[in-house]
């Protein structure tokens, strides 16, 4: 994964603070670069970042970009790699356009990095981290030499990047195709998944039907001697390369099938129908009836790579998730605190749902925080009708991430249009108080934005 870059010395990354982009950034660490960047606010992962030996300020000044990467006499040496998240205006990417520096997106750069490598994407509008996660899992533990660029710290790497032997021809690469600005584009897998083309990213796409066109514009870049692997039902247009199907509903004569899904002791429990093979006894190391669904896409490719299907057991068993997926924070007999991602209405009613099927007998309380101005006004219906699923709503105001505010647009719209009576807009102090008092029986912190700060103090109530 080196040749296009071997005169680089110095990578620079504008918003290092993301998870795609902190990926790169461990990934030219290892490979010998002199890695440093600049994010807004620091973060428990920048703060990782940090202690790996990277360089990070918060300040958007040019006289804190390091003195190597600054002497023009380098500027050859340099690469800039940038998040879509980083405003037009910002000095320091004022200064390294205006002295003709190397600048690309975060996702030209993996589109370099996976060119010469057979690639494995996973593509959605939810789903795809866990996916693509289990999916490295599944390889690396099967003894696959296997690289991996993950949207989220997988578990048992601990990271959001596996790094394999680039050299050898047995090389395999994993990456999470995101949708995000068309940031997928710049793939073209040998394998693929999409796992779902729900509408999102309305203020890039403006509507749904552009959305799933470029999904399908994606499906069509799998090379023509591949397999595009989707969930049934998704209308991928035309592909030059094998297609197969998979599906977990009983009614659904899909190429790849989750049958007997069942929990027991807490686990899920499910067999995989596939055109060659039957495999029953499957347990999924992480709960939820959708991750069931991530795991037969994830077990597809797998097989398809040449994963043994006993070897499949024991990766499917041994996965214990990504940070922030469906994540068990607290477990006993009082409490179950979950923390999810969720910030998008399918994947809020997933959740829910699956601690619904987990906890039959339990009152199921919710914190969500909206996630972007533009997505509460797209979705607002669509996010109330989710969180009507739970007995007690909490909610805290939205996270703007890179939008402005828009007018009458705000965590009040959401909760208007909440149907359950139990349903409170707090602020965060008053938040704990409330949990303090009211002790949930099962509780999941939901949300995208900067509600990842509250699961340590929340955790800290709860196993209190």
């Given at each position: 994964?080196?040749?296009?870059?071997?005169?680089?010395?110095?990578?620079?990354?504008?918003?290092?603070?993301?998870?795609?982009?902190?990926?790169?950034?461990?990934?030219?660490?290892?490979?010998g670069k002199s890695v440093s960047g600049y994010d807004k606010t620091p973060t428990p992962l920048t703060q990782a970042l940090s202690d790996e030996g990277i360089e990070i300020h918060f300040d958007d000044d040019v006289n804190r970009i390091p003195v190597a990467i600054r002497n023009l006499d380098?500027?050859?040496?340099?690469?800039?790699?940038?998040?879509?998240?980083?405003?037009?205006?910002?000095?320091?990417?004022?200064?390294?356009?205006?002295?003709?520096?190397?600048?690309?997106?975060?996702?030209?750069?993996?589109?370099?990095?996976?060119?010469?490598?057979?690639?494995?994407?996973?593509?959605?509008?939810?789903?795809?981290?866990?996916?693509?996660?289990?999916?490295?899992?599944?390889?690396?533990?099967?003894?696959?030499?296997?690289?991996?660029?993950?949207?989220?710290?997988?578990?048992?790497?601990?990271?959001?990047?596996?790094?394999?032997?680039?050299?050898?021809?047995?090389?395999?690469?994993?990456?999470?195709?995101?949708?995000?600005?068309?940031?997928?584009?710049?793939?073209?897998?040998?394998?693929?998944?999409?796992?779902?083309?729900?509408?999102?990213?309305?203020?890039?796409?403006?509507?749904?039907?552009?959305?799933?066109?470029?999904?399908?514009?994606?499906?069509?870049?799998?090379?023509?001697?591949?397999?595009?692997?989707?969930?049934?039902?998704?209308?991928?247009?035309?592909?030059?390369?094998?297609?197969?199907?998979?599906?977990?509903?009983?009614?659904?004569?899909?190429?790849?099938?989750?049958?007997?899904?069942?929990?027991?002791?807490?686990?899920?429990?499910?067999?995989?129908?596939?055109?060659?093979?039957?495999?029953?006894?499957?347990?999924?190391?992480?709960?939820?009836?959708?991750?069931?669904?991530?795991?037969?896409?994830?077990?597809?490719?797998?097989?398809?790579?040449?994963?043994?299907?006993?070897?499949?057991?024991?990766?499917?068993?041994?996965?214990?998730?990504?940070?922030?997926?469906?994540?068990?924070?607290?477990?006993?007999?009082?409490?179950?605190?979950?923390?999810?991602?969720?910030?998008?209405?399918?994947?809020?009613?997933?959740?829910?749902?699956?601690?619904?099927?987990?906890?039959?007998?339990?009152?199921?309380?919710?914190?969500?925080?909206?996630?972007?101005?533009?997505?509460?006004?797209?979705?607002?219906?669509?996010?109330?009708?989710?969180?009507?699923?739970?007995?007690?709503?909490?909610?805290?105001?939205?996270?703007?991430?890179?939008?402005?505010?828009?007018?009458?647009?705000?965590?009040?719209?959401?909760?208007?249009?909440?149907?359950?009576?139990?349903?409170?807009?707090?602020?965060?102090?008053?938040?704990?108080?409330?949990?303090?008092?009211?002790?949930?029986?099962?509780?999941?912190?939901?949300?995208?934005?900067?509600?990842?700060?509250?699961?340590?103090?929340?955790?800290?109530?709860?196993?209190?």
């Open positions: 994964m080196k040749n296009s870059m071997q005169h680089i010395r110095y990578v620079y990354l504008l918003g290092i603070g993301g998870i795609g982009m902190s990926a790169l950034a461990r990934y030219f660490k290892a490979d380098n500027k050859s040496q340099v690469l800039v790699i940038l998040t879509p998240a980083v405003p037009a205006d910002h000095s320091e990417l004022a200064f390294f356009k205006s002295n003709g520096y190397e600048i690309a997106k975060r996702s030209k750069v993996l589109g370099m990095l996976t060119a010469d490598h057979f690639t494995l994407a996973v593509a959605g509008t939810h789903g795809k981290t866990t996916t693509s996660t289990l999916l490295a899992h599944i390889l690396h533990s099967a003894g696959m030499n296997c690289s991996a660029f993950l949207g989220g710290i997988s578990t048992n790497f601990g990271s959001n990047l596996l790094i394999g032997d680039s050299s050898k021809p047995d090389h395999k690469v994993v990456v999470e195709a995101d949708e995000f600005d068309r940031s997928f584009l710049t793939l073209f897998p040998e394998l693929a998944i999409i796992t779902s083309m729900d509408a999102d990213h309305l203020d890039i796409y403006g509507d749904p039907n552009e959305m799933q066109n470029t999904y399908r514009a994606f499906a069509a870049q799998v090379k023509p001697n591949g397999m595009l692997l989707h969930k049934k039902g998704l209308d991928v247009g035309n592909t030059a390369c094998r297609r197969m199907t998979y599906s977990i509903k009983d009614n659904e004569a899909a190429d790849f099938r989750g049958d007997n899904i069942r929990v027991e002791n807490g686990a899920y429990k499910f067999t995989l129908e596939t055109p060659l093979i039957k495999i029953e006894g499957l347990t999924l190391g992480l709960p939820g009836r959708h991750n069931v669904e991530n795991a037969v896409a994830a077990s597809g490719l797998a097989l398809e790579c040449g994963v043994k299907p006993s070897d499949l057991k024991v990766a499917l068993a041994s996965f214990k998730g990504a940070q922030r997926r469906f994540e068990v924070h607290v477990k006993n007999a009082d409490v179950v605190y979950i923390d999810d991602y969720a910030h998008h209405p399918e994947e809020l009613r997933a959740a829910i749902s699956s601690a619904r099927e987990l906890y039959p007998d339990k009152k199921i309380a919710g914190i969500f925080q909206p996630h972007l101005f533009s997505r509460t006004r797209d979705f607002a219906d669509g996010f109330a009708e989710s969180l009507s699923l739970l007995d007690t709503l909490y909610m805290i105001e939205l996270y703007p991430a890179r939008e402005k505010p828009i007018p009458g647009v705000n965590s009040q719209m959401i909760l208007d249009k909440v149907s359950i009576t139990d349903k409170h807009l707090l602020s965060r102090e008053d938040l704990l108080i409330k949990l303090q008092n009211e002790k949930p029986q099962v509780l999941l912190t939901l949300g995208a934005g900067d509600i990842d700060l509250l699961v340590k103090p929340i955790a800290q109530l709860l196993s209190a």
